[in-house]
């Protein structure tokens, strides 16, 4: 569904990315994990558009988007979640759920401006829709009315994939979809996030520091360090991979060898 091929980008001296070559299968969990500083984010921000690389291209389901501005690359079916919340307080969660699906109305502002019985009607069959199908899925249809700040984290940061999916995204890039929860929040989010993949057989690509996340959704991983590819597979595979290995636990080890000596 997505390829990302020997992107190169470099901040200055700094080399953000070399040779970083991804593939997120259709319909599979792709996930993304690194040390910090390693190139995890730098990578999803040259995917969604807001970086563009010094060469390598990005193609989805066989269209180069190297190119694209990010609105352009969310018209052809790519959605994505930000690391911090972004969600509109004192608006509902079915609105702020509603605002993902600007991509889908097709009756355009002056009709919508107007009101026009087109665009009522478009917008009624679009809310029955997110009712059943999104929000009935990840189990937000009974807190729809609420606002979204007087809800729990783990539930606003399930809103936000709410709102990611309403335009029915190809793939979904997950930036850290659970950083900063709790246990149990972490869990679910797991869970919602395999359920989009299973029943909507959505492609999703996402970032993540939270190992024992990745470890148990991802059908295949992803590992930088230092700007550079250096394992990739199933979980059973990387951990396993003693590059990953050292990767991980370089600075626990030379924390151990400085306390041995
Ligand atoms: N906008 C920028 N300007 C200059 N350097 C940057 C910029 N963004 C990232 N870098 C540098 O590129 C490298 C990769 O950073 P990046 O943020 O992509 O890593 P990361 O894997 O997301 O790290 P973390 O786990 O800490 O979020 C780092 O050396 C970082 O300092
Ligand atoms: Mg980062």
């Known amino acids: 569904m997505l390829t990302v091929e020997d992107v190169q980008l470099s901040f200055g001296g700094v080399k953000a990315l070399s040779g970083v070559s991804v593939e997120a ?28 690389p010094q060469s390598g291209r ?26 911090n919340i972004a969600l509109f307080s004192g608006m509902t969660v079915l609105d702020n759920v509603k605002l993902g699906a600007h991509t889908r ?3 355009g502002v002056l009709s919508s401006g107007l009101r026009l019985p087109s665009s009522r009607r478009e917008e009624a069959e679009l809310d029955a829709e997110i009712r059943r199908d999104v929000l009935g899925m990840l189990e937000l249809d009974r807190v729809q009315n609420s606002h979204v700040e007087d809800l729990p984290y783990g539930l606003q940061k399930r ?11 190809k793939i979904l890039l997950l930036d850290e979809p659970v950083a900063g929860m709790n246990r149990e929040e972490k869990r679910e989010m797991g869970r919602f996030v395999t359920d989009v993949r299973d029943r909507l057989n ?13 470890m148990g959704i991802s059908d295949h991983i992803v590992v930088l360090s230092f700007g550079k590819p250096i394992a990739s597979g199933t979980p059973e595979r990387i951990r396993q991979d003693p590059d990953v290995i050292k990767a991980y636990l370089g600075g626990a080890e030379d924390a151990a060898d400085d306390k041995a000596a």
């Open 25 to 52: 299968a259709k319909g599979r969990i792709t996930a993304v994990i690194g040390p910090n500083g390693a190139g995890k984010t730098s990578l999803f921000n040259v995917i969604s558009g807001f970086y563009k």
């Open 58 to 83: 990005v193609v989805l389901d066989g269209e180069d988007i190297t190119r694209l501005k990010p609105h352009a690359r969310a018209y052809r079916g790519m959605s994505r979640t930000f690391q």
């Open 105 to 107: 109305l097709t009756g």
């Open 159 to 169: 809103v936000e994939l709410a709102r990611a999916l309403v335009m029915r995204p």
């Open 202 to 214: 959505t492609t999703v690509l996402l970032i993540e520091h939270d190992m024992g996340m990745v």
